[in-house]
C-alpha cells in the first residue's frame, strides 16, 4: 500500500500567513469604533472560511491542480486584505487630519501708500501706524507686537474709528503705514469710491496671529437679544442720515437641546485665499439640524447679508458674513441667537476644497430652477431642471446672485441644491470607485470640531439603523436696504430679516428635534432678472463691461479647449471662455 505524501510546510504558511494578516485588519477595523459588532463578526467568520479554504487547497503541493487554485486565491484574499487596509487606514487619517484643528489664524496686513517708496516693514522706521480704534483690536495689538520686534522700537500709532477712515488717513499721508486684518480688505472694496483699492494701497508684510478656538460645549445655553433681530424699530441715528438699530441690552435664555439624538452644526464655505484655519467672511451660511432616529434633516440657509446682531456687537446689527472675520464661533454664536438653538459644531471648507471633491465624485446632477446665464463667472450656461456639473460649474452655480432679484437667497437655494446633489452622489457607488480621491480631496480643505469619536459614533449608528433620510431645505427671506453694519464706518447694502421666515426656520428646526416629520415647505420663488438688467448689476458690482455669452457662444468657447459639464438631460454647462472678478 502506497503512502500518501505530505505536502510539506508551505501550504502550513502561507496559511497561517493569511490568518494573521486577515486578523490583523480586522482588528485594526475593530480599533476604529466605525463598524457594528454584528459586521465584524461577519466579516470575521467569513474571513476564517475563505482562509480556511485557502489552506484545504495550498495543504498538499503535491495535488498540483489544487495548490495552483489555492495560490491563486491566496493571492486573491491577501490584495482584498491590503486595499480593505488602505482604506481603512486613509479614512481614519483623513477623520484625524480634518478634526484636529483646535486654532484659527488672522493674517494681519501691513499697507503703505501705493506709491511708497517702502518695501518692508523695517523700511516703515518713523513712520506712524494707523490702526482701528476698536474693531478687531485683540488681534491688532498682537501683530504691533511682532512689528515692533521688526522694528526694534514700539511704532508710533494713530486710531481711527472705522475702515475707510483708516484707509483714507493712509492715502492723505497722515500715517505711513496701516495694520488691517487681510479679511476686511474685500469688505472695503464694497464701498463706495474704494472699488480700486489695490491702486490706491499695496501690502508689504503679512504678521499671523493665531488663536484658539473657543466654543461652549454641546449643551451649553446661548442668549439672544430680544426682539426683532434687523428691524428699524427703535433704531439710533448714525449721523449720516442713515438708520441703525440701537444696542439691545435685554436677553433670553435659548434652551439646551434634550435629546441626545439631535445634531446641530453650522456649514461654512470661505474663500481659499485664506487658507481653511484662516479667519474669513463666510459666504456660505447654513445650518443642519439632524435627528439620527427618525432621520430627518434639515438645512436653513441664511443669507450673507443678513442684518443681525454679532454675538459681539453688544446689539448692533452687522452682515451676517462679517461675523467670520472675528472667529468661527462669532459666526456659531450669531446663528444661535438668531434661531434661539444652541450650534455646538461646525463644518468649514474652502472653495478649492468644494471643487476637488465634485471632481473626485465624478461631478454630480444638479437641479436648477432657471435657465440662466452667469454674471457672476462669465462664460457658464445653465438650463432648467438637471444639471450635470464638474466642481469648477458647481463653484460658480453656487456663487450665482446677479441673475436673480433676490440674489443672496437665490443663491442660497442654489448651494443648498448642490449640498443635496452632493450627499446623493456620496451613497452611490461612485464613493467606492473614487474612495481615495475623495479623501485625499478632503485633507486641507475641510476642517470640522466634530471629535473623531463623535463622527465614529454617527457612522456606527448608521450602519446598524440603515434607513433613508428625509433632506428638507427651507431659507428665510428679507428685504434690501441700505444701513451702517458694525464693521463699517460708512453705509453699505444689507438685508433686513422678515421676521416671520425667521419665525418659520425655528418651528422646522423645533419639529427635527422634537421628533416631528419634515414637509418641504414651498417657498417664493425668485425673480429671474432680463439679461439686462442682470448685466447692469453685475457691472455695477464688479465692473463686467462684457456681455455674458450666448449659450452658442459658451459652447463654442468650450470647443476651443474648455472643459463641458455634459448635464444627464444632454443640457450643458460651458466650461469658463473668459473670468470675471469675484463675488465679493
Not at 463666510?282 to 443642519?288: P, T
Request: aromatic letters at 8%; hydrophobic letters at 45%; proline letters at 4%.
Amino acid at each position: 500500500m502506497r503512502r500518501r505524501r505530505k505536502g510539506g510546510p508551505l501550504g502550513k504558511i502561507l496559511t497561517l500567513f493569511l490568518l494573521l494578516c486577515a486578523a490583523g485588519v480586522i482588528y485594526y477595523i475593530y480599533t476604529m469604533n466605525m463598524i457594528p459588532m454584528k459586521y465584524l463578526a461577519l466579516i470575521a467568520a467569513g474571513a476564517v472560511v475563505v482562509v480556511g479554504l485557502v489552506g484545504f487547497l495550498t495543504w498538499n503541493f503535491y495535488s498540483r491542480g489544487k495548490f495552483v487554485i489555492g495560490m491563486f486565491l491566496w493571492f486573491a484574499v491577501l490584495m482584498v486584505l491590503a486595499v480593505s487596509l488602505l482604506y481603512v487606514r486613509q479614512t481614519k487619517s483623513t477623520i484625524e487630519e480634518i478634526t484636529t484643528s483646535d486654532v484659527e489664524v488672522s493674517a494681519m496686513g501691513v499697507f503703505v501708500k501705493s506709491d511708497s517708496a517702502a518695501a518692508s516693514i523695517p523700511e516703515t522706521t518713523g513712520s506712524s501706524y494707523g490702526i482701528l480704534r476698536e474693531l478687531d483690536r485683540e488681534n491688532t495689538d498682537a501683530a504691533l507686537e511682532k512689528i515692533q520686534a521688526e522694528l526694534g522700537a514700539a511704532p508710533a500709532t494713530t486710531e481711527y474709528d472705522g475702515l475707510t477712515e483708516l484707509v483714507n488717513g493712509l492715502v492723505a499721508g497722515e500715517t505711513g503705514a496701516i495694520v488691517l486684518n487681510e479679511a476686511y480688505v474685500d469688505v472695503i472694496r464694497e464701498l463706495e469710491g474704494f472699488a480700486n483699492l489695490d491702486s490706491m494701497i499695496r501690502e508689504i508684510a503679512t504678521e499671523e496671529v493665531e488663536t484658539e478656538i473657543q466654543l461652549p460645549p454641546a449643551q451649553a445655553s446661548y442668549t439672544q437679544p430680544s426682539g426683532d433681530a434687523g428691524t428699524t424699530e427703535g433704531t439710533a441715528d448714525t449721523g449720516d442720515g442713515t438708520a441703525a438699530p440701537a444696542p439691545v441690552q435685554v436677553q433670553q435664555t435659548a434652551p439646551p437641546i434634550q435629546n441626545k439624538d439631535v445634531l446641530v452644526v453650522y456649514v461654512s464655505g470661505i474663500d481659499n485665499r485664506g487658507g481653511i484655519v484662516a479667519k474669513s467672511r463666510s459666504d456660505v451660511n447654513i445650518v443642519a439640524v439632524a435627528n439620527m432616529a427618525t432621520k430627518q434633516m434639515l438645512l436653513i440657509n441664511t443669507p450673507r447679508d443678513y442684518f443681525v446682531p454679532l454675538s459681539i456687537s453688544n446689539g448692533a446689527p452687522d452682515k451676517l458674513t462679517h461675523a467670520g472675520i472675528y472667529g468661527i464661533n462669532v459666526s456659531m454664536d450669531t446663528l444661535s441667537m438668531l434661531y434661539n438653538v444652541p450650534i455646538p459644531f461646525y463644518i468649514k471648507v474652502n472653495f478649492q476644497g468644494f471643487i476637488d471633491i465634485i471632481d473626485a465624485l465624478g461631478g454630480i446632477d444638479v437641479y436648477s430652477d432657471y435657465e440662466f446665464s452667469s454674471k457672476n463667472e462669465l462664460g457658464w450656461y445653465y438650463y432648467k431642471g438637471i444639471n450635470h456639473m464638474d466642481g469648477a460649474a458647481a463653484l460658480t452655480f453656487a456663487r450665482e446672485r446677479f441673475s436673480f432679484a433676490d440674489g443672496d437667497r437665490q443663491r442660497g437655494k442654489n448651494q443648498m441644491a448642490v449640498i443635496q446633489a452632493i450627499m446623493k452622489k456620496a451613497i452611490s457607488p461612485d464613493l467606492i470607485r473614487n474612495y481615495s480621491a475623495i479623501m485625499k480631496s478632503l485633507e486641507g480643505s475641510f476642517e470640522t470640531n466634530i471629535s473623531y469619536e463623535e463622527i465614529a459614533t454617527i457612522m456606527m449608528r448608521q450602519l446598524e439603523d440603515g434607513g433613508e433620510w428625509n433632506l428638507v431645505t427651507y431659507s428665510v427671506n428679507g428685504t434690501g436696504d441700505t444701513q451702517k453694519p458694525y464693521s463699517l464706518g460708512s453705509p453699505a447694502y444689507v438685508m433686513v430679516p422678515d421676521q416671520s421666515t425667521v419665525d418659520t426656520a425655528k418651528q422646522m428646526i423645533q419639529d427635527v428635534i422634537g421628533g416631528s416629520g419634515l414637509i418641504q415647505v414651498e417657498e417664493e420663488a425668485s425673480a429671474l432678472l432680463s439679461e439686462e438688467e442682470a448685466n447692469a448689476i453685475a457691472a455695477e458690482a464688479n465692473g463686467l463691461l462684457t456681455p455674458t455669452p450666448a449659450p452658442e457662444d459658451a459652447a463654442a468657447g468650450t470647443a476651443a479647449g474648455g472643459t463641458a459639464a455634459a448635464p444627464a438631460d444632454g443640457t450643458a454647462a460651458a466650461a469658463p471662455a473668459a473670468a470675471a472678478p469675484a463675488d465679493g
